[in-house]
């Protein structure tokens, strides 16, 4: 069982920057891929990029590309999505995801294991 806290999440005004952290339970972290996915109010949760249990592929959805980086740390059982140069429309709920297949899905019926979410909001 893989356990997933997201944190970081915050009110910030357009053009500004967060970084979300999830912090994942369990030894198996390492071979896990990662997905962050976002739901806004009275929308469908949609995927907005994940990583590679070795971190060397990343794959992001075209809204957030250019702007928002995914990295992690084995290590620390931590996955990270930096977000840069919000607007107002990322405002959402994010999610981080595992799963235990090595490539990574932009379905989060792809997924087993789910944190609980954090809210990120941008001001205009």
């Known amino acids: 069982q893989v356990q997933l806290v997201e944190s970081g999440g915050g009110l910030v005004q357009a053009g500004g920057s967060l970084r979300l952290s999830c912090a994942a339970s369990?030894?198996?972290?390492?071979?896990?891929?990662m997905g962050w996915f976002r739901q806004a109010p009275g929308k469908e949760r949609e995927f907005a990029g994940g990583?590679?249990?070795?971190?060397?592929?990343?794959v992001y959805t075209e809204a957030v590309k250019g702007r928002f980086t995914i990295s992690r740390d084995n290590a620390k059982n931590t996955v990270y999505l930096q977000m840069n140069s919000l607007k107002p429309e990322d405002t959402a709920v994010y999610y981080c995801?595992?799963?235990?297949?090595?490539?990574?899905?932009?379905?989060?019926?792809?997924?087993?294991?789910w944190g609980q979410g954090t809210q990120v909001t941008v001001s205009s």
């Open positions: 990583i590679t249990w070795s971190g060397s592929n990343t």
């Open positions: 369990g030894s198996t972290f390492r071979w896990l891929t």
């Open positions: 995801a595992a799963r235990r297949v090595a490539q990574v899905s932009s379905s989060s019926l792809g997924y087993d294991y």
